[in-house]
T-cell receptor, first 113, second 114 residues
């Protein structure tokens, strides 16, 4: 079942621009929301994560915004660089299900020079 | 520190043949996961181990898939017989346990069934 919906499916941004990827979830029992970055031929790597008790988390050029009432969260990449070109996945986890992550369908980001 | 190691990286087999994938998690990680990632999709959990015990295998197609984690370290995922629809990337991941710990993924085993 699709419990985490991600959009857009693909995104093209100019170098220096802002990339924004959105996710929506259904299950209010989710208590951990990570974003993973995946380059071609590689496994997903954790980029940044947030818990629902905060509305925003920033690490360098990457920011997660979290709206608990709307059950939505988003990834913002500031000053996007060609090296950011990758597929990004949002995910969600229920604390009482151990480490099981439910992933979104992914967004393929292309940053043009 | 070595990451999650998987082998083989690539495998092409004919349908109805068996295939096995091996995973060595990060040292000290007692939780091990096998995920399947279809082309253009996010990973989906197949099975999760806590040490040597499979604690969540609800999404594992047990008629043809099997997994084991002897001694609570390395793990093997087997498909027998393989079907065309099994073509995917099989990702192994590990974490040190607990609900707040990062899950680290290997580079995956890319399976093509022809």
């Amino acid at each position: 079942q699709q419990q985490v919906k991600q959009s857009p499916q693909s995104l093209i941004v100019q170098k220096g621009g802002i990339s924004i990827i959105n996710c929506a979830y259904e299950n209010t029992a989710f208590d951990y929301f990570p974003w993973y970055q995946q380059f071609p031929g590689k496994g997903p790597a954790l980029l940044i994560a947030i818990r629902p008790d905060v509305s925003e988390k920033k690490e360098g050029r990457f920011t997660i915004s979290f709206n608990k009432s709307a059950k939505q969260f988003s990834l913002h990449i500031m000053d996007s660089q060609p090296g950011d070109s990758a597929t990004y996945f949002c995910a969600a986890r229920r604390g009482n299900q151990g480490g099981k992550l439910i992933f979104g369908q992914g967004t393929e980001l292309s940053v043009k020079p | 520190e070595a990451g999650v190691v998987q082998s083989p990286r690539y495998k092409i087999i004919e349908k109805k043949q068996p295939v096995a994938f091996w995973c060595n998690p990060i040292s000290g990680h007692n939780t091990l996961y096998w995920y399947r990632q279809n082309l253009g999709q996010g990973p989906e959990l197949l099975i999760r181990y806590e040490n040597e015990e499979a604690v969540d295998d609800s999404q594992l197609p047990k008629d043809r898939f099997s997994a084991e984690r002897l001694k609570g370290v390395d793990s093997t995922l087997k498909i027998q017989p393989a079907e065309l629809g099994d073509s995917a990337v099989y990702l192994c991941a590990s974490s040190s346990g607990g609900t707040g710990n990062t899950i680290y993924f290997g580079e995956g085993s890319w399976l093509t069934v022809v």
